[in-house]
């Protein structure tokens, strides 16, 4: 299990849990950042933030510090 906002470009993530202050749980949530999601990194800013991710056909940018609340695990690489 790792944190969303420590991924690089390309990888492919199952979202597992969310964690962190209420409001912040409540947001990512209503984003769609649930448990079993499929999450693909997108895009990262030159500065490392926001971190743009692809999550039920649709793009979203995201703080790295909010990102760091979505746990996730890495899924195989397609061949």
């Known amino acids: 299990m790792t944190q969303l906002g420590k991924l690089a470009m390309g990888d492919r993530v199952?979202?597992?849990?969310?964690?962190?202050?209420?409001?912040?749980v409540s947001r990512l949530s209503a984003l769609?950042?649930?448990?079993?999601?499929?999450?693909?990194i997108i895009h990262i800013a030159p500065l490392r933030d926001p971190i743009t991710?692809?999550?039920d056909q649709q793009e979203l940018s995201v703080r790295r510090a909010?990102?760091?609340?979505?746990?996730?695990?890495r899924l195989a690489k397609a061949v």
């Open 32 to 40: 769609g950042f649930l448990p079993g999601k499929i999450v693909e």
């Open 14 to 24: 199952e979202v597992l849990a969310v964690d962190g202050e209420g409001t912040l």
């Open 53 to 55: 991710v692809r999550l």
């Open 66 to 73: 909010d990102a760091n609340a979505v746990y996730v695990r």
